[in-house]
């Protein structure tokens, strides 16, 4: 079992940065895939962004170049560098993990992910 939760959110204006963090326990070392997603008033949850064991890392096209995924090394903690944030980027955002290497879904699917975090807000003023 693994346990997420993640800290970090906030308010920021627009052209801004925050960084989310994500602690894991429990048995991290099991875990293969670690990533984010968020979830707007009103929409479906999306992914934001994953990396996996070897560090590889993908991104939702509309933050590519703004935010960066990174963990280290024991996969206890795994952050989301956000800079130049948009109003569209307000969202409650949620840490996810995965033990399993090979997988029926992709990094982008919710069914992916095996572990959620509780989430942390993120607003952006215009």
């Known amino acids: 079992q693994v346990q997420l939760v993640e800290s970090g959110g906030g308010s920021v204006q627009a052209g801004g940065s925050l960084t989310l963090s994500c602690t894991a326990s429990?048995?991290?070392?099991?875990?293969?895939?670690l990533g984010w997603f968020r979830q707007a008033a009103g929409k479906e949850r999306e992914w934001v962004s994953s990396?996996?064991?070897?560090?590889?890392?993908m991104y939702l096209d509309s933050v590519k170049g703004r935010f960066t995924i990174s963990k280290d090394k024991d996969q206890t903690t795994v952050s989301l560098q956000m800079n130049s944030l948009k109003p569209e980027d307000t969202a409650m955002y949620y840490c996810?993990?995965?033990?399993?290497?090979?997988?029926?879904?992709?990094?982008?699917?919710?069914?992916?992910?095996?572990?959620w975090g509780q989430g942390t807000q993120v607003t952006v003023s215009s």
């Open positions: 996810a993990a995965d033990p399993t290497v090979r997988h029926r879904y992709g990094w982008e699917s919710l069914s992916r992910y095996n572990y």
């Open positions: 429990g048995d991290t070392s099991s875990l293969w895939l």
């Open positions: 990396i996996n064991s070897n560090d590889y890392a």
